[in-house]
């Protein structure tokens, strides 16, 4: 199963496209292949499907479900309460983003690094952004792996911070292992090579 976005529904036609929250072209679906049947698709629904393909041979998204606790804009509001959809915490992710250069800064006396932390944060910040604008609209997204690269590149408070303000993929369990792997390893890179860097002093 993968996840992803709708970002077209025409219900007088009954099908629509699915943009794949990793990188790869929109996928087309039928109304046939929707679940649950009691309810219509419509764009900025998140759902999981699997990719296959038609008795042509030509790509598209089969088994399409749309479950409340994937927490998209439009099935976050139909969540029953206590549903399973990971919480988001805007506020306290804003505070770790600004903290954190400052803390950097205060802690090591280099205030190079505090603005390395702080200028990459907001590259983060970015990326994220303009991935998840790519994702409603179906365009080229940006690989994960680009976005692990900025975190890794002390850009994981902007990071952490987009997860949240911007809901994005702090709900994909994969990517989460991914993100917080190189949050350790930051901080341990960092914690190890300072004293080596005279440069910060």
Not at 31 to 39: D, H, L, V
Not at 144 to 154: F, N, V
Request: charged share 15%; hydrophobic share 50%; glycine share 8%.
């Amino acid at each position: 199963m993968r996840q992803g976005t709708i970002t077209q529904w025409h219900d007088d036609k009954g099908w629509g496209l699915i943009a794949p929250d990793t990188s790869g072209e929109a996928l087309f679906f039928h109304i046939k292949a929707f679940e649950p049947r009691t309810r219509r698709p419509q764009a900025g629904l998140a759902v999981i499907y699997i990719a296959g393909v038609d008795a042509k041979g030509r790509a598209r998204a089969t088994s399409v479900k749309a479950p409340a606790w994937m927490g998209s804009a439009t099935n976050e509001s139909r969540q029953p309460r206590g549903g399973r959809g990971a919480p988001t915490f805007p506020w306290l992710a804003a505070l770790v983003a600004l903290a954190t250069p400052l803390a950097v800064w205060q802690l090591s006396g280099a205030w190079a690094l505090g603005a390395v932390y702080a200028v990459m944060s907001a590259a983060s910040l970015l990326a994220y952004s303009m991935d998840k604008a790519k994702a409603a609209g179906a365009g080229r997204r940006t690989p994960e792996s680009t976005l692990h690269l900025l975190d890794l590149a002390c850009g994981w408070p902007g990071g952490l911070l987009a997860q949240h303000l911007f809901r994005h993929k702090n709900r994909k369990m994969s990517f989460q292992v991914a993100f917080w792997l190189t949050v350790a390893l930051n901080i341990a890179a960092v914690a190890y090579f300072h004293p080596a860097l005279p440069a910060f002093h």
